[in-house]
């Protein structure tokens, strides 16, 4: 029953940064792992960044060194920062929310990046 909204996408030059935010109706601190995960067309959604409850984080690979993901517990917000974007990294980018098996997934936002 969490809400996760989403904000922050858009279009950027290639080698540009953009911000993504995600809101939850809820305590993050309260939920085990919070995620952005992205989906081009065609593609299988991968799995980008995820921050546990008590902080620790893993980057994928593709996007290790480029992005970081980040949490504000008093404002129920997790943060995806992304530097150095690639065309690549053009997609749709989702936020989730996960605990005990359960899962809520946030509206996704688009991110194209031109070259």
């Known amino acids: 029953q969490v809400q996760l909204v989403v904000s922050g996408g858009g279009l950027v030059q290639a080698g540009g940064s953009l911000r993504l935010s995600c809101k939850a109706s809820?305590?993050?601190?309260?939920?085990?792992?919070m995620a952005w995960y992205r989906q081009a067309p065609g593609k299988q959604r991968e799995l980008v960044a995820t921050?546990?409850?008590?902080?620790?984080?893993s980057i994928a690979d593709s996007v290790k060194g480029r992005f970081t993901i980040s949490r504000d517990n008093a404002g129920n917000t997790v943060d995806l920062q992304m530097n150095n974007l690639k065309s690549e990294d053009t997609a749709v980018y989702y936020c989730?929310?996960?605990?005990?098996?359960?899962?809520?997934w946030g509206q996704g936002t688009q991110v194209t990046v031109s070259s």
């Open positions: 809820s305590s993050i601190d309260s939920i085990s792992t």
């Open positions: 989730n929310a996960a605990n005990w098996g359960a899962s809520w």
């Open positions: 921050i546990l409850r008590g902080g620790s984080t």
